[in-house]
Protein backbone atom coordinates (compact mmCIF):
# COMPACT_ATOMS: atom_id res chain seq x y z
CA UNK A 1 0.00 0.00 0.00
CA UNK A 2 1.16 3.31 -0.38
CA UNK A 3 1.42 6.08 1.99
CA UNK A 4 0.27 9.22 1.27
CA UNK A 5 -1.53 12.37 2.22
CA UNK A 6 -5.08 12.41 1.22
CA UNK A 7 -6.60 15.89 1.42
CA UNK A 8 -10.26 15.07 1.61
CA UNK A 9 -13.10 17.63 0.57
CA UNK A 10 -13.39 20.85 2.87
CA UNK A 11 -16.25 20.90 5.74
CA UNK A 12 -17.93 23.54 8.14
CA UNK A 13 -17.32 23.10 11.57
CA UNK A 14 -20.42 24.59 13.31
CA UNK A 15 -20.03 23.14 16.61
CA UNK A 16 -17.27 21.18 18.76
CA UNK A 17 -19.11 19.76 21.48
CA UNK A 18 -16.50 17.24 22.64
CA UNK A 19 -15.09 17.78 26.61
CA UNK A 20 -11.51 18.33 27.49
CA UNK A 21 -11.05 15.52 29.51
CA UNK A 22 -7.02 15.97 30.00
CA UNK A 23 -6.11 18.30 32.95
CA UNK A 24 -2.53 18.46 31.33
CA UNK A 25 -1.41 20.85 28.16
CA UNK A 26 1.52 19.45 27.01
CA UNK A 27 4.14 21.65 24.86
CA UNK A 28 5.90 20.04 22.37
CA UNK A 29 7.24 21.92 19.00
CA UNK A 30 6.22 24.98 20.14
CA UNK A 31 2.50 23.84 19.74
CA UNK A 32 0.15 23.31 23.07
CA UNK A 33 -1.40 19.72 22.88
CA UNK A 34 -4.67 19.14 25.36
CA UNK A 35 -5.57 14.60 24.97
CA UNK A 36 -9.38 15.15 24.57
CA UNK A 37 -9.91 11.41 24.35
CA UNK A 38 -7.83 9.27 25.80
CA UNK A 39 -6.21 5.98 25.44
CA UNK A 40 -8.09 4.64 28.60
CA UNK A 41 -11.46 6.36 27.15
CA UNK A 42 -11.40 4.15 23.88
CA UNK A 43 -10.01 0.91 25.13
CA UNK A 44 -6.70 1.92 22.89
CA UNK A 45 -8.47 1.83 20.33
CA UNK A 46 -7.08 5.65 19.60
CA UNK A 47 -6.37 8.87 21.57
CA UNK A 48 -7.88 12.17 20.29
CA UNK A 49 -5.78 15.31 20.87
CA UNK A 50 -6.51 19.36 20.44
CA UNK A 51 -3.21 20.94 19.36
CA UNK A 52 -2.58 25.27 18.96
CA UNK A 53 0.10 26.02 17.02
CA UNK A 54 1.85 29.05 18.01
CA UNK A 55 2.58 31.61 15.37
CA UNK A 56 5.16 30.01 12.48
CA UNK A 57 5.71 26.90 15.19
CA UNK A 58 7.23 24.04 13.30
CA UNK A 59 6.48 20.17 13.84
CA UNK A 60 9.31 19.13 11.68
CA UNK A 61 9.80 16.33 9.07
CA UNK A 62 8.92 12.75 10.72
CA UNK A 63 7.15 9.48 10.44
CA UNK A 64 5.49 7.00 11.68
CA UNK A 65 5.81 3.13 11.66
CA UNK A 66 3.09 2.02 12.64
CA UNK A 67 0.12 4.89 13.45
CA UNK A 68 -1.96 6.76 10.98
CA UNK A 69 -2.44 10.11 11.88
CA UNK A 70 -6.33 12.16 10.83
CA UNK A 71 -6.07 15.71 10.97
CA UNK A 72 -8.74 18.67 10.99
CA UNK A 73 -8.18 22.20 11.05
CA UNK A 74 -10.35 24.21 13.33
CA UNK A 75 -9.21 27.25 13.09
CA UNK A 76 -6.03 28.86 10.74
CA UNK A 77 -4.08 27.69 7.77
CA UNK A 78 -1.17 25.10 8.12
CA UNK A 79 1.18 24.36 5.82
CA UNK A 80 1.92 20.78 5.16
CA UNK A 81 4.97 19.11 3.86
CA UNK A 82 4.89 15.63 2.86
CA UNK A 83 8.06 14.25 0.68
CA UNK A 84 9.00 16.82 -2.00
CA UNK A 85 5.55 18.36 -1.81
CA UNK A 86 3.73 21.20 -0.15
CA UNK A 87 0.17 21.54 0.11
CA UNK A 88 -1.82 24.83 2.68
CA UNK A 89 -4.71 23.12 4.34
CA UNK A 90 -7.01 25.85 5.92
CA UNK A 91 -10.08 25.89 8.35
CA UNK A 92 -12.40 22.44 7.94
CA UNK A 93 -9.47 20.93 5.53
CA UNK A 94 -9.14 17.42 6.99
CA UNK A 95 -5.72 15.16 6.03
CA UNK A 96 -5.34 11.60 6.54
CA UNK A 97 -1.46 10.83 6.94
CA UNK A 98 -0.97 6.86 6.64
CA UNK A 99 1.75 5.24 8.17
CA UNK A 100 5.14 6.06 6.84
CA UNK A 101 4.37 8.88 5.50
CA UNK A 102 7.36 12.08 5.69
CA UNK A 103 5.55 14.66 7.21
CA UNK A 104 5.50 18.05 8.98
CA UNK A 105 3.08 20.84 10.30
CA UNK A 106 3.52 24.41 9.75
CA UNK A 107 1.56 27.45 11.34
CA UNK A 108 1.85 29.66 8.32
CA UNK A 109 -0.46 32.25 10.50
CA UNK A 110 0.34 35.19 12.58
CA UNK A 111 -2.13 34.02 14.91
CA UNK A 112 -2.66 30.89 16.48
CA UNK A 113 -3.96 27.90 14.58
CA UNK A 114 -6.13 25.05 16.45
CA UNK A 115 -5.84 21.30 14.74
CA UNK A 116 -7.80 18.16 16.29
CA UNK A 117 -5.59 15.16 15.34
CA UNK A 118 -6.79 11.63 15.44
CA UNK A 119 -4.63 8.82 16.37
CA UNK A 120 -5.40 5.18 15.20
CA UNK A 121 -3.10 3.27 18.15
CA UNK A 122 -3.99 4.36 21.91
CA UNK A 123 -0.73 3.68 22.96
CA UNK A 124 0.87 6.74 21.19
CA UNK A 125 -0.29 8.78 24.03
CA UNK A 126 2.57 7.69 25.66
CA UNK A 127 4.41 9.59 23.56
CA UNK A 128 2.81 12.98 23.88
CA UNK A 129 2.99 12.50 27.92
CA UNK A 130 7.39 11.30 27.92
CA UNK A 131 7.38 14.14 24.91
CA UNK A 132 5.63 16.60 26.36
CA UNK A 133 6.44 19.39 28.90
CA UNK A 134 3.02 20.16 31.13
CA UNK A 135 2.56 24.09 31.20
CA UNK A 136 -0.11 25.90 32.25
CA UNK A 137 -2.29 27.16 29.78
CA UNK A 138 -1.55 27.70 25.92
CA UNK A 139 0.05 31.13 26.64
CA UNK A 140 2.73 29.78 28.57
CA UNK A 141 6.14 28.48 27.77
CA UNK A 142 7.57 25.80 29.33
CA UNK A 143 10.15 26.34 32.03
CA UNK A 144 12.30 23.68 30.67
CA UNK A 145 12.10 22.64 26.73
CA UNK A 146 13.25 19.20 25.95
CA UNK A 147 15.66 19.56 23.13
CA UNK A 148 15.29 17.79 19.69
CA UNK A 149 17.93 15.90 20.63
CA UNK A 150 15.65 14.10 23.15
CA UNK A 151 12.61 13.92 21.25
CA UNK A 152 14.26 11.83 18.76
CA UNK A 153 15.23 9.35 21.06
CA UNK A 154 12.35 9.73 22.76
CA UNK A 155 10.73 9.01 19.22
CA UNK A 156 12.16 6.00 18.44
CA UNK A 157 10.70 4.10 21.21
CA UNK A 158 7.38 4.89 19.89
CA UNK A 159 8.09 3.99 16.37
CA UNK A 160 8.69 7.26 15.35
CA UNK A 161 12.01 8.71 12.89
CA UNK A 162 12.78 12.45 13.13
CA UNK A 163 14.14 13.04 9.59
Not at 40 to 64: A, M, N, Q, R, V
Not at 107 to 115: A, H, R, V, W
Request: proline letters at 4%.
Amino acid sequence: MNSIIYPINKMTIQNSNYKNISEKILWLFDTYNIIVKSSEETGGKYILIEGYFKPHSLIPLHLHKTIDEFFLVLDGKVEVQYGNKKMVANEGDELLVKKGTPHSLRNINNDMSKLICLINQGWFQNFFMEAGTEVPDIFSEPKRKITHDDIRNISRKYDTELL
